[in-house]
């Protein structure tokens, strides 16, 4: 039973931060989520959003600015002043605060832009860190997972979904992608779908769940693991 830490340690630090982060290494976290995007001049930074203004004091899309340009951003006063001017960081800078036991979720965040050549820069890091064994490479986008897959077919893929789609598993057989799990949202997670799954293969990561009574019931049903943004989340 793995318990992802949503976007790090993201109730006690600005979410996707390295303040965030090691909260989450310190306190022994089986697994971290991240999201990715790439900057304009083509650096993996880690953000959820692809638009600056939620979780910073800069206005306008990722893509759109130089990494020197989101450097510039604070993504640490909206949530409180003890992280004022933390910074936006990248993918590099938060493999490196990781350690070999923790499974690294990485959500590439390929809708509604393209990011064309993430899947190379993100597998290429994470083969510098020695980190194959330790990362699943998840997306909503399924033809970035499929490009993922060509670059190296041996990396874990989780397919994300936001929707029921009809005859999931023929349409996951009919995509030749070779998927480990599936990430869910937790009110799809019922009891029949995780056994099917099971048979067909795949682990069952539902996201994302801070209240123990819907983590209890979760794990009755024989989920793998959830995304969480309460790392201690007891259960």
């Given at each position: 039973?793995?318990?992802?830490?949503?976007?790090?340690?993201?109730?006690?630090?600005?979410?996707?931060?390295?303040?965030?982060?090691?909260?989450?290494?310190?306190?022994?976290?089986?697994?971290?989520?991240?999201?990715?995007?790439?900057?304009k001049?083509?650096?993996?930074?880690?953000?959820?959003?692809?638009?600056?203004?939620?979780?910073?004091?800069?206005?306008?899309?990722l893509?759109?600015?130089?990494?020197?340009?989101?450097?510039?951003?604070?993504?640490?006063?909206?949530?409180?002043?003890?992280?004022?001017?933390?910074?936006?960081?990248?993918l590099?800078?938060?493999?490196?605060?990781?350690?070999?036991?923790?499974l690294?979720?990485?959500?590439?965040?390929?809708?509604?832009?393209?990011?064309?050549g993430?899947?190379?820069?993100?597998?290429?890091?994470?083969?510098?860190?020695?980190?194959?064994?330790?990362?699943?490479?998840?997306s909503?986008?399924?033809?970035?997972?499929?490009t993922?897959?060509?670059?190296?077919?041996?990396?874990?893929?989780?397919l994300?979904?936001?929707?029921?789609?009809?005859?999931?598993?023929?349409?996951?057989?009919?995509?030749s992608?070779?998927?480990?799990?599936?990430?869910?949202?937790?009110?799809?997670?019922?009891?029949?779908?995780?056994?099917?799954?099971?048979?067909?293969?795949?682990?069952?990561?539902?996201?994302?769940?801070?209240d123990?009574?819907?983590?209890?019931?979760?794990?009755?049903?024989?989920?793998?693991?959830?995304?969480?943004?309460?790392?201690?989340?007891?259960?």
């Amino acid at each position: 039973m793995i318990l992802f830490a949503h976007r790090g340690a993201s109730l006690i630090a600005p979410e996707n931060t390295l303040p965030a982060f090691e909260h989450a290494v310190k306190n022994k976290v089986q697994g971290i989520e991240l999201d990715v995007h790439l900057s304009k001049d083509g650096t993996v930074v880690v953000c959820h959003d692809d638009e600056l203004s939620r979780t910073s004091n800069m206005t306008g899309f990722l893509k759109d600015k130089t990494f020197s340009e989101i450097r510039n951003a604070d993504a640490g006063s909206w949530f409180s002043e003890e992280y004022k001017n933390t910074k936006i960081p990248t993918l590099e800078e938060v493999l490196e605060i990781c350690q070999k036991g923790i499974l690294i979720n990485i959500e590439i965040k390929n809708i509604p832009f393209f990011h064309t050549g993430i899947e190379q820069k993100v597998i290429d890091l994470v083969k510098k860190f020695g980190f194959e064994e330790n990362v699943i490479i998840s997306s909503f986008d399924h033809l970035s997972l499929k490009t993922a897959q060509e670059i190296d077919p041996h990396i874990s893929k989780g397919l994300l979904l936001s929707n029921r789609l009809v005859n999931l598993f023929d349409y996951i057989e009919r995509s030749s992608l070779k998927i480990e799990s599936l990430h869910i949202p937790y009110t799809f997670a019922e009891e029949d779908f995780i056994q099917q799954a099971h048979r067909n293969g795949y682990k069952v990561f539902p996201f994302t769940v801070d209240d123990k009574e819907t983590a209890e019931k979760l794990k009755k049903s024989g989920i793998d693991g959830l995304f969480t943004n309460d790392i201690f989340l007891d259960f």
